[in-house]
């Protein structure tokens, strides 16, 4: 008899759990977009709306032996899923993988494909107006979005501000040096150890002249912002605690096999999940791979023995454009400081594209 699984949120680790399991089972796809989207390419396709359509993968040719439901979960309890439209798909496992919300132009506002994709091409166009570009955020966003902007319009001025006083905090220090030298060599001021008094009067993206004050007391002005800080955890949909309940950071506590505590039916990927690490897209991916294989071996009626484990340091691939960047990757002697030549054919040629179409699909493109 098939067993029915509903993974609730087509991100990085859902997509990968749904196209690692629509062989082996029935699987449902829970997602507001049409698309999975590779948001690792957001910011190059706000400076090239051209390429944007390769960060785009239609579930419907991602997931061809499964079901695709394009709504939202607004409930989960240990038969299967509430839908915001009131249907309850029942399922005999359930996979949570809804991931972050965080500000646009890193995240697609829209879920459709067509309208995303005109969200870029009218933000490009803001951008292109600007001689003078304020980010506010230095994190791995804020960074590559420098990166994003300077390899389109060199002259562009572009200033980072952030009230921490360190860059990627955590990471070996030849990766921060190696990171402050593209930075210069690029023409990026960094501003770090301070924060705006008051966010500028234009909204973030909007092209508008206008003059900020730092709490240093520095005056900064640009004709263009974007915010490239805050997350939030898509967890709306446990809020009535009918499966679990979330911990003070509104996460889910998974055993080491990624069972949602208390549920051996009931598995968690990717940002939702109180694992001791970064959210990052790679983690939920290697998320996705232990989930996949325990419940394949659940339909078998077999024990699932895969565990997974936190490295205990951070890893990171942070292209600034094609060509440059930084990298911190896993080693068996520990972090391994990536070149920039490594970080560029990794990511920063094709923000993991080609990868992708070997394993999700094709693109909108």
């Known amino acids: 008899m098939s067993r029915t699984v509903a993974v609730v949120g087509g991100g990085y680790g859902g997509a990968a759990v749904a196209?690692?399991?629509?062989?082996?089972?029935?699987?449902?796809?829970i997602d507001p977009r049409d698309a999975f989207a590779n948001v690792a390419g957001s910011l190059r396709a706000l400076t090239q709306p051209e390429w944007a359509p390769n960060m785009f993968f239609p579930f419907k040719t991602l997931v061809t032996q499964g079901k695709v439901v394009q709504d939202r979960a607004v409930s989960v309890d240990p038969t299967g899923v509430t839908l915001a439209s009131g249907e309850h798909v029942a399922a005999d496992y359930v996979v949570l993988a809804t991931g972050s919300n965080y500000a646009y132009p890193a995240n697609p506002a829209a879920a459709d494909?067509?309208?995303?994709?005109?969200?870029f091409r009218t933000s490009h166009q803001e951008l292109r107006q600007a001689e003078k570009v304020l980010i506010l955020g230095a994190g791995p966003v804020g960074l590559?979005?420098?990166g994003e902007i300077k390899e389109v319009w060199p002259d562009k001025q572009v200033t980072i501000v952030d009230p921490a006083t360190e860059l990627l905090p955590g990471f070996k220090p030849e990766v921060v040096e190696d990171l402050h030298k593209q930075l210069a060599e690029l023409g990026v001021e960094v501003r770090l150890?301070?924060?705006?008094?008051?966010e500028p009067g234009t909204q973030s993206g909007q092209a508008g002249a206008f003059t900020v004050t730092t709490t240093a007391g520095?005056?900064?002005s640009a004709d263009v912002w974007y915010r490239a800080f805050g997350t939030t955890i898509n967890n709306e949909y446990l809020a009535d605690g009918k499966l679990t309940t979330l911990n003070a950071q509104g996460q889910v506590e998974v055993t080491e096999k990624l069972n949602v505590k208390g549920h051996d039916h009931v598995y968690a990927v990717g940002d939702i999940t109180d694992?001791?690490?970064a959210k990052m897209?790679?983690?939920?991916?290697?998320?996705?791979?232990v989930v996949a294989k325990n419940i394949i071996a659940q339909i078998k009626g077999e024990e699932p023995t895969e565990t997974y484990q936190p490295l205990g340091f951070p890893m990171i691939l942070l292209?600034?454009?094609t060509k440059g960047g930084v990298g911190q990757l896993p080693s068996p002697e520990g972090p391994f400081v990536a070149p920039a030549e490594m970080v560029s054919q990794y990511k920063g040629q094709d923000l993991f594209t080609g990868r992708f179409v070997g394993t999700l699909g094709p693109t909108a493109a």
Do not use: C, W
């Open 281 to 289: 897209a790679g983690y939920a991916m290697q998320h996705a791979e």
């Open 144 to 146: 590559e979005l420098a």
């Open 193 to 198: 150890g301070t924060a705006l008094t008051a």
């Open 113 to 119: 494909t067509s309208e995303a994709l005109e969200d």
């Open 218 to 220: 520095d005056e900064i």
């Open 275 to 277: 694992l001791a690490e």
């Open 19 to 29: 196209k690692a399991l629509e062989t082996e089972a029935e699987v449902v796809l």
């Open 319 to 321: 292209p600034l454009g």
